[in-house]
């Protein structure tokens, strides 16, 4: 493990009283340019949500839960902020809401932008996965908040 990640853990669970926690380490997207920018606009406050597909996840991996710690990274791997996870709802992807669109942060923050970017994003994860995409298929949408900002490390 990166020694900034855990080191970053470390002080965040002591500075806030927190014996057993646990928490994911990952960054967003599948380019750098793209983890950097999401990562930023986590950072921010302006991106506090996220969709993934249900069929992402492998058999034995948890999906996310009310109260889980993510630490987002940059595409470098170093540690940007730490998130909880407030809200989780599986939704088909022609369901995902206008606010959900908004929460994401991108783009212009319309539901018409969100569904343009994640069909693409969709489309070619369903490919990798030789499963075919369709507007039912089943979307993890979350909702959280940055509880730490000070990795020491900006972009």
């Known amino acids: 493990m990166n020694h900034q990640i855990h080191a970053y853990w470390q002080r965040f669970m002591t500075t806030n009283h927190l014996k057993d926690a646990q928490y994911d380490a990952w960054a967003f997207g599948d380019d750098a340019e793209m983890a950097n920018q999401l990562a930023e606009l986590v950072v921010k406050g302006i991106k506090t949500a996220t969709t993934s597909a249900l069929e992402d996840y492998e058999t034995n991996e948890p999906l996310p839960k009310v109260g889980d710690y993510n630490m ?84």
């Open 72 to 155: 987002i990274l940059w595409a470098d791997g170093t540690p940007a902020c730490i998130t909880q996870t407030k809200v989780v709802e599986i939704v088909p992807y022609k369901w995902v809401s206008a606010e959900h669109a908004f929460h994401e942060g991108e783009g212009d923050r319309s539901l018409t932008y969100w569904r343009t970017v994640h069909e693409a994003f969709f489309k070619n994860e369903y490919q990798r996965l030789k499963q075919s995409f369709s507007p039912n298929i089943p979307c993890v949408c979350e909702l959280f908040e940055v509880v730490d900002r000070d990795a020491g490390i900006t972009k």
